[in-house]
T-cell receptor, first 113, second 117 residues
Framework: GENVEQHPSTLSVQEGDSAVIKCTYS??????FPWYKQELGKGPQLIID?????GEKKDQRIAVTLNKTAKHFSLHITETQPEDSAVYFC????????????FGQGTELSVKP | EAGVAQSPRYKIIEKRQSVAFWCNPI?????LYWYQQILGQGPKLLIQ????????DSQLPKDRFSAERLKGVDSTLKIQPAKLEDSAVYLC???????????????FGEGSRLTVL
């Protein structure tokens, strides 16, 4: 089955700096790669996603890149703000997997003012 | 639009006791998932329902965990008897029915935090 590895487990940046979180997946059939943000005491919330027919997607300060050959995708946050502090999870799935998300281990991002 | 509702938010029990969690998905969402999130880890799928049928329960420890989704709406997840390692947050998520060849966003509830002493 699918396995998703995520790095780093913790990341501390200064406000205004960029943050990058990386994930690798094992199942070449996976074709949908979402990123979720989880704040303390809350459920995960989708912040951006990418499908396998696209190499990059951007939404304001957030971007995701996908390298299907290397089975690697990354989250990029620019101009970080204190409210970006949270745990971020990458995930992978496909329609043939019933859409069930396989999550990475999470990255705790801390943005220092 | 109301989100995914879960209850209780917190539960403390002793090992070997039983506990039940309830989930009310977003109206009209045919697919419902239960995930287990142990502290410091990513959510791990326990069971997936499509309407009132089980699609995938391969990761559900069936000797102690059970789940049902009567009438294809609300769902309950039960643990009996509980073990110390069951301490976790139990997340319910829902989405509309999958369209052929397509996947999409899961909407999560806030979770039910279980502590087993």
């Amino acid at each position: 089955g699918e396995n998703v590895e995520q790095h780093p487990s913790t990341l501390s940046v200064q406000e205004g700096d960029s943050a990058v979180i990386k994930c690798t997946y094992s199942d070449s059939a996976s074709n949908y790669f979402p990123w979720y943000k989880q704040e303390l005491g809350k459920g995960p919330q989708l912040i951006i996603d990418i499908r396998s027919n696209v190499g990059e997607k951007k939404d304001q300060r957030i971007a995701v890149t996908l390298n299907k050959t290397a089975k690697h995708f990354s989250l990029h946050i620019t101009e970080t703000q204190p409210e970006d502090s949270a745990v971020y999870f990458c995930a992978a799935t496909s329609y043939n997997q019933g859409g069930k998300l396989i999550f990475g281990q999470g990255t705790e991002l801390s943005v220092k003012p | 639009e109301a989100g995914v509702a879960q209850s209780p938010r917190y539960k403390i029990i002793e090992k070997r006791q039983s506990v039940a969690f309830w989930c009310n998905p977003i109206s009209g969402h045919a697919t419902l998932y239960w995930y287990q999130q142990i502290l410091g880890q990513g959510p791990k799928l326990l069971i997936q329902f499509q309407n009132n049928g089980v699609v995938d329960d391969s990761q559900l420890p069936k000797d102690r965990f059970s789940a049902e989704r009567l009438k294809g709406v609300d769902s309950t997840l039960k643990i009996q008897p509980a073990k110390l390692e069951d301490s976790a947050v139990y997340l319910c998520a829902s989405r509309p029915a999958l369209r052929t060849g397509h996947t999409g966003e899961l909407f999560f509830g806030e979770g039910s935090r279980l502590t087993v002493l």
